[in-house]
């Protein structure tokens, strides 16, 4: 099959697990009005001896729930969206997406759901470039054309940079709101509002010890940002948003 078979995606159907555990399903058009954001994931995550993957479950600072996981690939972007500033909202196997191709059953569970601020939306689909099957792409180019037809993004991700992902790890450390010191934050933003290295500024405020993790706290919100491309250290220069 190709996806121009379903370029205009009228013969998708979805389903989904709603927050209280029941099963609905409906046609693609209907689907944009759908909170998968709020759902549960359609499909469980099952552990076994000798796996590739490593699975689990990230505490999202954006909803203060859980995110789970099948690999790290998945948590790393799981841990990009919620440093997102514009994602209130994430999902792990959001959904199953059903067509025909030559009158057989096909089925798709996209890996993450996002939603924005402004109410749009985001699919994610998580794959190593030299792990992408063939029927694999046309589902991947299936999901894409259903995306376009809801006005959703749709992304077929790899790896983070490393660096990036280097800095978002050490970041997400520091995610959670006991970091958040209203205080403490308020002499850093007032500190950085001009650009100033990293540990300068620290050190301007108080002892480094209690205020950097609040600094860093302010930088996984990005009230302070710095750029991520390069490795953190304490020369690195920071200025409040």
Known sequence: MSAEVVSEARDVDVDWVTANGERQRCALDAAVGVAFEDGLPVRRYRPRKGQRHLSGLWWCATTG???????????????????????????????????????????????????????????????????????????FAVTERACDRLGWEYRLVAGLDPVLLGNLRWLSGYRH????????????LQAFATPMPLLAGAESVGDSIAVLPVLFHLLWRQRLTADLSVPLGEATPLVSA
Do not use: N, Y
């Open 65 to 139: 729930r859980h995110v789970g996981f099948e690999s790290w690939l998945e948590r790393d972007h799981v841990m990009l969206l919620d440093f997102d500033p514009q994602v209130v909202g994430i999902a792990a196997q959001p959904f199953w997406m059903h067509w025909t191709d030559a009158g057989k059953p096909v089925s798709h569970a996209p890996d993450l759901f996002a939603r924005r601020s402004d109410g749009g939306a985001l699919v994610i689909d998580c794959r190593p470039v030299e792990r992408r099957r063939a029927q694999d792409l046309v589902k």
């Open 177 to 188: 709101l006991r970091h958040d010191v209203p205080a403490v934050a308020a002499s850093l």
